[in-house]
């Protein structure tokens, strides 16, 4: 290690039992997804097996703000990559057999589109519009599918 990580940082500081501590500069913690799918204030009641708790818009909400189970950046799980371009493969493959076009009910087809109430640059009809939140949150739109007739 260089003197930049021996260095205390204040970055490293922690709330724990409602007392801060500051670890050594040259100590090295990552535990916050455990962290924080394990925190009682966004899981109440984590430990008891209760698949209604998803029902809860409030709840649910809420959870999805910390789910992040392959983590975020340069050290994110090998997996989501590799999940990620079987997803890939297999939207091209559907998109390779299909023909697709919005739902013949206009409201059905403009649903995840924009709206003046969306805000600033959320306002345009036809342009789907996705949500960030710690993930994505999307309100998608219905389409229809039908298999592509082969010669």
Same mark, same amino acid.
């Given at each position: ?9 204040? @970055? ?52 999805? %703000?910390?789910?992040?189970?392959? @983590? ?13 371009? $079987? ?5 091209? %493959? ?15 087809? !403009?649903?995840? $589109?924009?709206? !003046? ?18 993930? %994505?949150? %999307? ?13």
């Amino acid at each position: 290690m260089d003197d930049f990580d021996k260095r205390p940082s204040r @970055s490293w500081q922690r709330p724990c039992n409602g007392l801060w501590h500051i670890h050594p500069g040259s100590f090295w913690s990552g535990h916050k997804i455990y962290a924080l799918h394990h925190n009682d204030s966004y899981h109440p009641d984590l430990f008891r097996f209760d698949p209604d708790r998803w029902l809860n818009k409030d709840t649910a909400a809420r959870t999805k %703000t910390t789910w992040a189970p392959s @983590s975020h950046g340069a050290r994110n799980c090998i997996g989501l990559n590799l999940a990620m371009n $079987e997803v890939l493969l297999a939207m091209a %493959t559907v998109l390779w057999h299909g023909n697709f076009r919005t739902a013949g009910d206009k409201n059905l087809a !403009a649903i995840g $589109e924009g709206r !003046a109430d969306f805000g600033p640059g959320r306002h345009r009809k036809g342009e789907f519009q996705t949500f960030d939140t710690f993930g %994505t949150s %999307t309100d998608d739109p219905y389409s229809q599918f039908k298999r592509r007739a082969t010669n």
